[in-house]
């Protein structure tokens, strides 16, 4: 008997599938379907998305409806883009998955000092690539920690790195000119467009002898920059430059510093300032005011740091020659007032009462100023700053309250 000759093509059968002879046609035995799982298998895409069947080498179906599962093979469907890369079935069928982030330095962003990014885990694709944000969009809300004339540090709102970077290039407003009997006053707004930084400056026309920069920072400034979220701390500047660029040193401090919402725990008032003058007033969080050596003056007749609970203290370097009026024009004449520590001896602190052209004499509150302990009074106060220039106190903790 002469062997048949099976041909390629399958068909199917009653529980299988067969080849027939390509000389005689005769269907030849029957055997089994191939498995899902053989190589063979072709997966054809349903119309419904997502599914799709198996079919056998015959033309049957081995499984008439399954969910298609997707993977990502290089080089397939559409290149990656910043949010989705494609994921493949073996039926043909293409979804586009959001990559998956990797875990990077700061979360799921890698990070440099200027940008963050992401990489997938699944394509290795970078996305997401962009500078640090200060800011969300269309939002006042900042995330400043500190600030000061040259510098922004803040934590971005997309990675959470602490980033600190220089301001950008300070926008200059001319605000408002007031004339006085000096001559004029112009007000210039100086803004880091980034962290919007506000500095607000007075100059003055008129003679030398009231010629002269006031750094202001203004309630504008307060109240846009820095409703923001986190803690931070200020140093007021000690120079700027003009609309001219001429560079202006800054020996007086003035304005306001006033909102119960910003986060300001630490406020430096630096080297040069020798009038300090802005009114701190109802900063919940405030809690450190630093002054430089050499600051002369302090002075408000309304309270200059009135109504912060946090702050408990203050200290003045042995060169304060002058404060307001009263302890309570100083430091308020609330229940959250601060004491008030002076780093000369008493001796140097009574000397002041001395001191001539002070346009309110120390002998106006005389006795109000005492040793927090007399039996201490070579002791430094913990924690009191700077400490190395304490060598001794004096403070109106206990001050007796008296009428002017
Ligand atoms: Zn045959
Ligand atoms: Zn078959
Ligand atoms: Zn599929
Ligand atoms: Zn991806
Ligand atoms: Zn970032
Ligand atoms: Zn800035």
């Not at 005689?24 to 055997?31: F, G, I, K, Q, W």
């Not at 119309?47 to 056998?56: L, P, T, V």
């Amino acid at each position: 008997m002469i062997a048949h000759t099976p041909g390629e093509e399958w068909f199917v059968g009653e529980t299988g599938h067969y080849h027939k002879c390509t000389v005689c046609e005769t269907a030849l035995p029957e055997e089994d379907h191939i498995e899902s799982t053989d190589e063979r298998a072709q997966y054809v895409k349903l119309s419904e998305d997502g599914f799709h069947k198996i079919q056998c080498v015959c033309g049957a179906d081995i499984v008439e409806k399954e969910a298609c599962t997707y993977v990502y093979i290089e080089g397939e469907g559409s290149a990656p883009n910043n949010s989705t890369h494609t994921e493949t079935c073996k039926c043909g069928a293409h979804t586009y998955p959001k990559h998956t982030p990797k875990e990077g330095d700061e979360g799921n962003y890698f990070t440099t000092e200027t940008e963050h990014y992401q990489e997938c885990s699944v394509c290795n694709y970078q996305y997401g690539k962009s500078e640090h944000v200060i800011k969300k969009s269309g939002s006042k809300r900042g995330n400043l920690i500190s600030v000061d004339m040259e510098n922004h540090t803040y934590t971005c709102v997309t990675c959470q790195k602490t980033v600190t970077g220089k301001h950008k290039e300070f926008t200059v407003t001319a605000n408002s000119t007031n004339t006085t009997e000096d001559g004029s006053a112009t007000q210039y707004l100086y803004r880091c467009p980034e962290c919007q930084f506000t500095l607000c400056t007075f100059e003055y026309s008129s003679s030398e002898n009231t010629y002269g920069i006031t750094s202001v920072l203004t309630e504008h400034y307060t109240t846009t920059a820095f409703s923001g979220e986190k803690e931070f701390t200020l140093t007021l500047p000690n120079s700027f430059k003009t609309p001219a660029g001429v560079e202006k040193q800054v020996t007086k401090s003035a304005g306001l510093i006033s909102n119960a919402t910003i986060k300001l725990t630490k406020l430096i008032v630096p080297e040069g300032i020798a009038l300090f003058q802005t009114r701190v007033q109802n900063c919940p969080y405030l809690e450190t005011v630093i002054f430089p050596e050499g600051l002369v003056f302090l002075y408000d007749n309304i309270g200059l740091f009135k109504g912060n609970p946090k702050l408990t203290k203050i200290v003045l370097p042995k060169t304060v020659k002058q404060t307001a009026y009263h302890t309570s024009k100083l430091v308020g004449d609330d229940d959250a007032k601060p004491t008030a520590y002076f780093c000369g001896t008493q001796d140097e602190w009574q000397a002041n009462d001395e001191v001539k052209n002070c346009f309110s004499a120390i002998k106006y509150y005389g006795t109000d100023w005492h040793w927090e302990d007399e039996s201490k009074k070579d002791t430094p106060v913990d924690g009191a700053k700077p400490v190395a220039l304490l060598p001794t106190m004096i403070t109106t903790t206990q001050a007796r309250k008296r009428e002017i």
